[in-house]
């Protein structure tokens, strides 16, 4: 059975920081990894999206990589912000044939950057 | 570009009631899920769409029923609400070619409390 770990569970940073949050997954049979962020009582907004042929994917200041064969994702933020506050998650997708997308989440890393 | 949209955003029910969770994409996509987000759990899969006439169970669908008629709506009923059932429910879309499955698409939530 495939199980998302996403360590620290909780993470306070200085504005400025760079910071990297880690995502663990146990069966390297994945269709692709994604990073989410949440804020309070909101939905989820998708970040980045890696296929598992990738090995990393950039939009700004965010950066993810993947490593299949060792189960492992992080998530760098380079020049943190107040702004970056929020939770983040991380997701594995997995089926089998069709359309089949099933996301297996992790319990998520609460970001507090401080001003 | 609407993307996915949840109808009500709260929701209080009294145990043993019923109601149907809304859920609408206007992006075309043949993958439609229901998720729902507890504290400490994180997001778990309750049922899926591969496409209009076609659902499956997911992790945890015990009390939930769903039907697609349409491609774009996924309706999720829950037949006799429990307060086990408490939580925030998310509706998500996709869609995929080959064995490339694009990014999900997260609806703003409904946060539902039976008391």
């Known amino acids: 059975k495939q199980e998302v770990t996403q360590i620290p569970a909780a993470l306070s940073v200085p504005e400025g920081e760079n910071l990297v949050l880690n995502c663990s997954f146990t069966d390297s049979a994945i269709y692709n990894l994604q990073w989410f962020r949440q804020d309070p009582g909101k939905g989820l907004t998708s970040l980045l999206l890696?296929?598992?042929?990738?090995r990393e994917q950039t939009s700004g200041r965010l950066n993810a990589s993947l490593d299949k064969s060792s189960g492992r994702s992080t998530l760098y933020i380079a020049a943190s912000q107040p702004g970056d506050s929020a939770t983040y998650l991380c997701?594995?997708?997995?089926?089998?044939?069709?359309?089949?997308?099933?996301?297996?989440f992790g319990t998520g890393t609460l970001l507090a950057v401080q001003p | 570009n609407a993307g996915v949209t949840q109808t009500p955003k709260f929701q209080v029910l009294k145990t043993g009631q019923s109601m149907t969770l809304q859920c609408a994409q206007d992006m075309n996509h043949e993958y439609m899920s229901w998720y729902r987000q507890d504290p400490g759990m994180g997001l778990r899969l309750i049922h899926y769409?591969?496409?209009?006439?076609?659902?499956d169970q997911g992790e945890v669908p015990n009390g939930y029923n769903v039907s697609r008629s349409t491609t774009e709506d996924f309706p999720l009923r829950l037949l006799s609400a429990a307060p086990s059932q408490t939580s925030v429910y998310f509706c998500?879309?996709?869609?995929?070619?080959?064995?490339?499955?694009?990014?999900?698409?997260f609806g703003q939530g409904t946060r539902l409390t039976v008391v």
């Open positions: 998500a879309s996709s869609y995929s070619t080959g064995t490339l499955r694009t990014e999900a698409f």
């Open positions: 997701a594995v997708s997995r089926g089998y044939g069709g359309a089949t997308n099933k996301l297996i």
């Open positions: 769409s591969v496409g209009a006439g076609i659902t």
């Open positions: 890696i296929q598992s042929s990738q």
